[in-house]
């Protein structure tokens, strides 16, 4: 499920209570998720919210939108009583994907229109901040009205990383190079790859129950792992690129067979926004063209390439149950959407954090675990229960989180998902063995 | 050839000498054009320039620079010494289907880019058309300067009914139902079918040689028709009426083969812009969404349709040289571009200008003749030869003129073309009968 | 129209009334024309009848029952007292492309039967052909009967031809490389090209109403020709080696635009069935792989490689109306299906006959006229009025025959037509010029 | 993988070497096995042998050849000196999808080759079983040879239950109808559905070890299972009616999304083979079409529609883990290929084995697991690794066995795997739930 990967709160269950702080004034958490929405369209041209580069990605306009659509659809119109929705075509246009709410505009065909125009949708923006405002205010007791506003904050946070995302590949493809923010260059150096070992034995998998989560991350169950051996970091591009030049995208051996035949048929021969000239490896970040760094985390990966790259290492990509076990207990720190960097950056001294670092941020990574339902999961009733469950088929997880996620987004259960062929997400790897 | 149809002046041959009042000065012309182009954007939203609604229409903004380009690429650069081109990337973004000037960006992906900026390409018309006065004023003399001049300025006519007809098709398609501009809402009632009989014999078609005119046009010559008889007006919505209510759009034996197969796959059921709405017919215009009138002439029909209904009519398309000859010597009025109108209108009284009427203005007519070299037909030598004679082929001559048509660029031997599926231009039609 | 091309008789005009001594005795030549076809299946196995190597080609089989329930169809239902077809789904999986007669299996999927068995079909063959033999000898006076039989024949005398054409097709693309029939090489040396200049003025186009036409030959009908010259032979492939070597292949110059668009889609750089192999070009033939003969006609070309190869050899493609013109009265010699060589030959001493050689047979040859109906043309009415004149659009005209066109299908008004891409046919050119 | 789906014998390894009595003489099972094949052509035409109707099924010619070229390219040219492959295209064209024997022919295009003739490949197969049987004569020692052998066998026995899935699927689509055999027509009444439960705990997945296994029942691993109940018995077409009934294939809140795509795209109603005539259900099965047995397992759902059915039933899908867990230890009885039914059938009363029946025989059951490796699992080195390991990605487990599966080729460790809309092979379901 490409454009609006999570999930929804259990409500209606003891334990999942929204509990926490941040949670218990969604208000506050409200202004600031919005405006940071805002924020990051400041360097945009008004041409540049309009396009759509292909079916997967979605206009700025349309995200804008969308997100605020979620809000009056599953808070105020339920719960706001008198309210008029800001116009009768946009749940049409705004709709991504619940069939429950009813037909909607075709995803493929977002970038056809130029109406509404965006300084429309920052007024449907801000009509419906007013009402969400007045209402977080007058009815913050309601559980009901704050789980579903925590929802819609998470959910935007989720848009926000695609905004970044299909905004990097509508500008990459333009011949004039348009560069979103100049960028930060960092400096760092590839530390040596250390294995930390985790013995066989039981464990448990799923969210304890405290703060947001979302459903796909419940039940909280027991799982019995093998032993295995966990990489101490991400790949880097100086082993990628290894794996390039020892015909990695040539050895059929090394692929998935689906992942072979999709390779062929698109020609790959690098990670997505990767060019050769004269010798010389250059990528396009939302910082402009420039030289690859080697000590960078790889990115722009798809799910068939890491795949490949682990068979080629002579290692293979851990599950998502070896990971969250390796990693629980572990530091959240990493480098997140708030460091205004929009791309993965090399090591440096003080990102090392133990033995297991680059756990957060940066890259998402990718895990060998097809994506579905733990044992016992029930979506939510309605259309909110849309929002997870019926993508868990031919869709692979992530862990983590990238460069383009909000800091408090991120967390040890977190499951994000796309189809094994994506590649426009901030998407990389760490590698495992037996 | 849906996107910048006709073709090159023929500046070597004697006979084609740009020897009229107009041509003689190219530089008032020419501010008159461009400035046109740009009357015809005031009604839009900045976010109307960058959308592409099908492969076969172009953005607003693609049509601003694709014009300006032709100036820049085939004057200025070749005659305005010390010319330095606005951005080097622009050639191979608005070069339009030149392969002897080179690569160019796709077509069917001119709606991905949001950069250059409207604002941008309005800088570029603004440079160039600078150049060009300065040029035209200092180098007046040159014939090949003037002739170069007013084939671009052709070309931006055409450009100037592109960009109306492919705005029309992005805007109806939006769920918004967004207007170009309010309709002139007109009266008239549609007269009887006459019949105006030509005989058989000797006579000549094609351009005799005073003022411009394409390549296409040209070499004037003799050809021998059959005796025939020609209507004297359009085909009326209310005859169209009558075919679809007689199940024109459900009988195989009343369609071409190839028609019948597009018909079946597109589950065409009426023209484009028609739909149905509680038993009465409605149609999208620039003005917005109306009902039908039935006595507008019908518009928006493909070749295909436009065949169909001819022979249920018991009638034929005429042939281009059967209208040539008909009309040759006849009035030049109708409903053009200037009438700002921007929908064919009904025959009014002063309308009725002699037996045959509405034969320039309102709507296109398709012929029945593919689109073919006149004999002893040359295309130009170089870059410019690419205007006209390589699209000879699975294309039907239209004559006429449109109300999206400026009054200047009409005239009687005029091969307008496009393939015969294509509906977005104000196509209609004139049946004959041997 | 790549099925089953022509048209159908003008059986209730006057002067075209089967009067010459072979259609005055249909009865013998059906037996004739049938057992060829029969003759045609002798080298294959069951397993050849069976398959389709593209929407365009028909197996074996279905050519073998679609002509027989021609004949079921259009004269012994209607015209044999108590008739029962043979089988009630016949009718439904042998109409080819009859809108009149009923739905039909899709054409794109005839490969996909593997019943009925090749057996069944030859026992459908006999049950008509026993019923169609009673009938001709019973009720030989009427002249209905006789024209429909007629019109059948001439049916299974195309689809003898397209049998060939898509038998050749599907052998050549097996690994195998299986042969049809061994081939006679002929030797022969091509003489240099003469022009034949044709005067301008006033001449007749068209069956003159003696014998068999189809009615796409129909009316007669006088044309006014510019003055043109022709040259004396067919192009040969030592000058089509001459046009690859300068480059033809990938000189968009030289193409029109769609045919450039095509040819860059399909990768073309050579007529279908020339491969090149450590430099030297070999042919695939239903004799087998051999040697390319420089002397032997150009064959299995496109319209667009056709007309490029003109183009670059500073000539064009002659009209149809000019090549009826040049060769009205000239010999119909030439080698056809009955030589059994299924390939164009060289010329050979013999072969010439007067200025203009090469006129029928080896080659069908492509002209530069769309196909469309002669002025005041009428196709029948009811189903056999779908036999031409549904596919006037989007082909073009090719005059002659071929070497796999049987002797007697051959007349100077004769009009084949194929869509400008086809290239499985046997498919040469004439060049002209003005 | 939808055409040769299991995997390779782990030789290499102590504890999996071919050591019961059956394996013990691959030679008078080889005998056995082959002629089986070959026993289920006996019906079929010529004819019949060549078609292919979609590419995800092989033409029974493919079949027969490929798998006697799987004993020609892993057993003779490696094991027995001098062998002379049968013909030096062979293996270009019948490789199935091996990349490390080298390039093939594709996939989708089987079924355009008439030659290798039926007769021709019988010719092959002759020749290669005369050398096997001389090989595993004299050389009945080599545990490669005979393990090698085993694995062809195995391989052989899939293609015999995908040549009549294939067949079936090619005789369906066909209006004549054609039999392959006449049916044996099943009484039997479904019984009620009871459930069994098994409790939470670690317990064991995997082949322990003797006799035969493919590489992915490898390597037996421990997994901890919360606890769950599962259905007696398959579910049955009644079921699946009411299913239909309550609109379950217009309720998108009961589908997967992608799920939802394929049904909508593909116009899914029924299960496929599935009609209605006037108001009664009608299947096509390989004995012919007749009127639906409501107590037969519902057979030719996609995993899309299973898991439809699941949740519309409130259950679920079991995962492979599970179903293996449940079944150990229970009996292998069923109805398999041998039976010569072709096609699922009632529970009758000896089939009552215990509290679960129908484990195996009539359908595979799809499980909610997808088709990945077991912790720890390698496939094996060179050609033969490619077996099974490159399709763990997009496919789903089915456990089982169904009514074209040979008896001895069904066991509890057995993993079968298509992608989740493939619904040509025997596929039903049984339920499960928390």
Redesign the interface.
Not at 45 to 53: M, P
Not at 111 to 118: A, D, E, K, N, W
Not at 173 to 176: E, K, S, T, V
Not at 390 to 394: A, V
């Given at each position: 499920?490409p454009l609006t990967p999570p999930a929804l709160p259990q409500v209606s269950r003891t334990g999942n209570g929204w509990t926490d702080e941040s949670d218990a004034e969604p208000g506050l958490r409200y202004v600031d998720v919005r405006s940071w929405t805002e924020k990051l369209c400041q360097p945009l041209?008004?041409?540049?919210?309009?396009?759509?580069?292909t079916p997967d990605c979605s206009p700025v306009?349309w995200h804008l939108a969308h997100t605020t659509w979620f809000f009056e659809t599953f808070v105020l119109i339920p719960y706001l009583p008198g309210y008029r929705p800001f116009h009768p075509?946009y749940c049409?246009?705004f709709n991504s994907?619940y069939?429950?709410v009813g037909p909607r505009?075709p995803r493929s065909q977002r970038?056809?229109?130029?109406?509404?125009?965006?300084g429309e949708v920052f007024g449907y923006r801000k009509y419906v901040d007013e009402h969400m405002t007045r209402l977080l205010q007058a009815r913050r007791s309601s559980p009901d009205i704050a789980a579903r506003t925590v929802l819609g904050l998470n959910h935007e946070q989720q848009h926000q990383e695609l905004m970044l995302t299909d905004l990097k590949h509508?500008?990459a493809?333009?011949?004039?190079r348009?560069v979103y923010r100049p960028s930060v260059l960092d400096q760092g150096q590839c530390p040596n790859l250390g294995w930390i070992a985790v013995a066989a034995g039981?464990g448990w998998v799923g969210h304890p129950g405290k703060g947001f989560a979302y459903d796909n991350e419940l039940p909280r169950?027991?799982?019995?792992?093998?032993g295995f051996a966990l990489a101490s970091r991400l790949a880097h591009n100086r082993e990628f690129l290894a794996f390039i030049d020892d015909g990695g995208y040539d050895r059929?051996?090394l692929?998935?067979?689906?992942?072979?035949a999709v390779r062929q048929e698109r020609a790959w021969t690098a990670p997505l926004y990767w060019e050769k000239q004269d010798g010389a490896w250059l990528i396009t970040t939302l910082g402009g063209r420039r030289a690859l760094n080697p000590d960078e985390p790889v990115c722009h990966v798809s799910y068939y390439e890491a795949d490949a790259f682990a068979r080629w290492s002579g290692c293979r990509l851990p599950t998502e149950q070896e990971l969250e076990m390796a990693v629980a207990g572990g530091s959240l720190a990493g480098h997140f959407l708030e460091a205004e960097r929009y791309h993965p950056a090399p090591v440096v001294a003080d990102d090392d954090r133990g033995p297991l670092s680059q756990l957060y941020g940066d890259v998402w990574q990718w895990t060998?675990?097809?994506y579905?339902g733990y044992?016992?999961y029930q979506p939510a009733v309605g259309a909110l229960?849309?929002y997870n469950g019926?993508?868990?088929?031919?869709q692979f997880v992530l862990r983590g989180a990238s460069c383009a996620t909000p800091r408090s987004h991120a967390r040890t259960t977190y499951r994000n998902f796309f189809p094994?062929d994506a590649r426009w997400q901030f998407t990389g790897l760490r590698v495992a063995r037996?």
């Open positions: 499920m041209e008004t041409e540049d919210y309009v396009i759509q580069s306009k075509e049409y246009l994907y069939n429950a505009w970038g056809l229109l130029s109406r509404p125009t965006v509508a500008l493809l333009n011949p004039l348009p039981l169950h027991q799982v019995y792992l093998q059929p051996a692929w998935l067979s689906d992942g072979w060998a675990s097809p579905v044992p016992g229960g849309e019926k993508f868990m088929c031919n094994p037996d």
